[in-house]
């Protein structure tokens, strides 16, 4: 059987960064679902504050994957492959 170099990889012609801008989109639509139902938990609030807790709870989410989820745990030794040295 021959091979032949002109076959499609995906992984080498697909741009690196759209995978970053999937996740951040994935991340801001579900931070916004996450601001939105706990917003409508709250009674009570008039509509300034209540513009002041949804943001901040998209803040909180945005800094809980970035940085803790992201930063922290999926960059620890023991997640990395061992096979490299």
């Known amino acids: 059987m021959v091979s032949h170099n002109n076959v499609h ?3 080498e012609s697909w741009p690196n960064w759209t995978w970053y801008a999937i996740e951040f989109f ?6 916004m679902v996450i601001a939105f ?3 409508d938990a709250i009674e009570g609030l ?19 994957w970035y940085v803790l989820i ?5 960059k620890k030794h023991i997640l990395r ?5």
């Open 46 to 64: 008039p509509p300034d504050t209540q513009n002041w807790v949804f943001y901040g709870i998209v803040t909180l989410v945005f800094i809980a």
């Open 9 to 11: 990889i995906p992984r």
């Open 26 to 31: 994935i991340t801001l639509a579900v931070s």
């Open 70 to 74: 992201r930063g922290l745990i999926f």
């Open 81 to 85: 492959n061992r096979g490299q040295s």
């Open 37 to 39: 139902k706990t917003t």
